[in-house]
């Protein structure tokens, strides 16, 4: 049989008998562990994946380099040669994974790097508003569901549920499970030692240290910013292509060799008419007016 050793941070935290599943999972069991952490804004969805990545990693986990809030940033931290059991936070993963936006490219990519990357043994841990706003496609990859339920602001404790997720490869329906201890009791009517299998409703996680929570807060700024940076100028440019504003601007030559390519489309009682030129070529009156003039003029001047 393969024995696991554990680190003794693992051994010796709070729900250590939780992250020492998903140490097994990872390292004995050649798994991934997928969480997605769903809550309103505030209930503590990030800070509660700091910290269980705080438990099994300590304070050597690397923020800065392992802490995403694109698909785009995701796809650039998964294609590097990582090691087994390496931590990932998607934070905001609903942003770059909407259901709504099922069909996107974007959307289609994360899904099939979801796929790719469930054999290299990450640990990969999602947050958003609701597990419903994934697409179907990366729903059904996800393996664990975690809710904060309450915050105990004077201990620092937030309460959570966590439950195994499961989906049904032929209907696609969802299913969920709470997580089940076996806890070692004397029978007080025999007094043998018995175990009692008990069904964990909420799960108590406390606050991560200052030296991962200040980082985070860093980079969530930096990049956040970057990516509505991005996301404005996508709406930019978009709206640009549909109404043709930012478009390179032809010449008065160009302009005048259309006007005499497509006469005919121009004219009106025999002179070039100012409305045809400024709906046909999309120039305003003034130039449709100058435009006007120089070919009434020239055809004036040929004929005579």
């Known amino acids: 049989m393969v024995s696991l ?5 693992i ?3 709070q729900n250590s008998w939780l992250y020492q599943k998903i140490w097994k999972r ?7 562990f997928s969480l997605v952490i769903c809550g309103r804004c505030g209930s503590g969805k990030s800070y509660l994946a700091l910290e269980i990545i705080h438990n099994l990693f300590g304070l050597d986990w690397d923020v800065k380099r392992f802490t995403c809030f694109s698909a785009e940033q995701f796809a650039d ?3 590097q040669d990582l090691p087994k059991g390496t931590a990932i936070l998607f934070d905001d993963s609903g942003l770059a994974a909407l259901s709504g936006d099922s069909l996107t490219t974007e959307v289609k990519q994360l899904s099939k790097i979801f796929q790719s990357v469930r054999s290299r043994n990450f640990i990969i841990i999602m947050t958003l508003p609701s597990l419903f706003l994934l697409s179907t496609s990366v729903r059904s990859q996800i393996d664990f569901y ?8 004077e201990k620092s404790i937030c309460h959570a549920k966590f439950q195994s997720l499961s989906t049904n490869p032929k209907s696609g329906k969802l299913y969920s499970a709470n997580p089940i201890r076996f806890l070692k009791k004397v029978s007080p009517i025999t007094g043998i030692e018995v175990f009692e299998k008990q069904k964990i409703v909420s799960i108590p996680f406390a606050k991560p240290p200052i030296e991962l929570t200040t ?8 990049r956040v910013m970057a990516f509505n940076q991005e996301a404005f ?22 302009l005048l060799n259309k006007i ?6 121009f004219v009106s009682n025999g002179r070039v008419d100012r409305e045809l030129l400024c709906r046909g070529l999309g120039v305003g009156v003034l130039k449709a007016k100058q435009l006007a003039s120089i070919v009434n003029n020239k055809d004036l001047s040929d004929s005579e």
Do not use: M
């Open 215 to 222: 980082p985070y807060e860093a980079v969530k700024k930096e």
């Open 11 to 13: 051994l010796h935290c």
């Open 260 to 265: 005499r390519r497509n006469r005919d489309s």
């Open 233 to 254: 100028e996508k709406i930019v440019r978009k709206r640009q292509k549909e109404t043709g504003v930012g478009k390179r601007k032809l010449s008065d030559i160009q």
């Open 146 to 153: 975690c809710e904060p339920l309450w915050i105990d602001f």
């Open 5 to 9: 050793q554990y680190p003794d941070r």
């Open 77 to 79: 931290i998964v294609r």
């Open 26 to 32: 990872i390292f004995l069991r050649n798994g991934q």
